[in-house]
């Protein structure tokens, strides 16, 4: 265990904060209870959200390991952190889409919860003081955020994310909405270049919800004001079986010593991992 006093900050975001891991090519996670909305106008630290989203991210992390898409999660070191490997982030985030809903509706004037004919992939540049524009591809390309190659391989990762997630929370009466997704560069010893899905997947950047009444079980429930927010991450936890029945909150806030009891989530396969060089190879057609 490391001193929360010792660590160097590397990073320090809206809702999770790196620190200098164990040794040059890790890092640790922290996540945070403050929740922001509108680019952080809106603010709040909320008890417990911080132990939910890191539970809910390491599980997900681990089940796309298992269909063989790499990610930089290790293990989970407590309830608040968790070890993952270094990267270089792709100044991209990548926003699929199954159902409309946010900005979408908004930009196109689209009816909220219109299933969408296929799923729609759309681009961000990641810069909080311009607000997060989305971009198009030739955007990405021709500012040299990513190249083709990099672009190819995180649009594909990004499909096969979706594919999963929406069995996985379809099984557990959930109906994923869109999510966000941001990759990472490493290098191996000999200077390969690889992708990996870096940064989190939880309720506050999934929305999600529930099948049979339409609640809304995400981030949009800080965002307008619709419920307890914690409420709807727990309740998402447990449909995951990540969290006793009984729950981690009481009266008041988190329960910490059952927080404190949960399992350690270990990304088994990661030692394991066999990586997918980068290469150059023929751009997707436009």
């Known amino acids: 265990m490391f001193s929360m006093t010792r660590r160097r900050v590397i990073y320090e975001g809206k809702a999770k904060n790196l620190y200098e891991g164990p040794d040059p090519n890790t890092v ?33 992390m681990t089940k796309l390991e298992s269909i063989g898409i790499p990610t930089h999660f290790i293990r989970s070191i407590n309830m608040r952190e968790q ?16 159902i409309a809903a946010g900005s979408l509706v908004k930009r196109l004037g689209i009816k909220e919860g219109t299933f969408l004919g296929r799923p729609l992939v759309e681009f961000y ?3 909080d003081a ?35 997630l929406n069995g996985l929370f379809a099984g557990i009466g959930l ?16 200077g390969e270049l690889y992708i990996i ?11 999600l919800w529930d099948m049979k009444t339409g609640e809304k079980l995400d981030k949009d429930r800080f965002r307008f004001d619709l419920g307890d927010l914690v409420e709807g991450y727990q309740y998402i936890a447990q449909r995951l079986g990540l969290i006793p029945e009984g729950g981690i ?32 190879s023929k751009p997707r057609k436009h």
């Open 83 to 98: 070890l993952v490997r270094k990267v270089e982030i792709i100044p991209i985030e990548l926003v699929v889409r199954n």
């Open 249 to 280: 909150m009481k009266a008041g806030g988190l329960d910490e010593q059952a927080a404190e009891k949960l399992s350690v989530i270990e990304n088994d396969l990661a030692r394991e991992r066999q990586l997918r060089e980068i290469k150059p």
């Open 130 to 164: 311009l607000g997060d524009p989305m971009v198009s591809e030739d955007h990405i390309i021709t500012f040299g955020w990513a190249d083709p190659y990099e672009l190819d391989e995180m649009v594909a990762m990004a499909w096969r994310v979706n594919d999963y």
């Open 175 to 190: 109906k994923l909405v869109d999510f966000k997704l941001e990759f990472g560069r490493i290098w191996g010893e000999h």
């Open 125 to 127: 540049y990641k810069k």
């Open 197 to 207: 899905l870096a940064d989190e997947i939880s309720p506050d950047n999934c929305r």
């Open 28 to 60: 640790i996670q922290y996540f945070k209870d403050d929740a922001t909305a509108g680019n952080g106008v809106k603010h709040a630290v909320i008890a417990g959200k911080g132990v939910l989203n890191n539970r809910i991210s390491a599980h997900l």
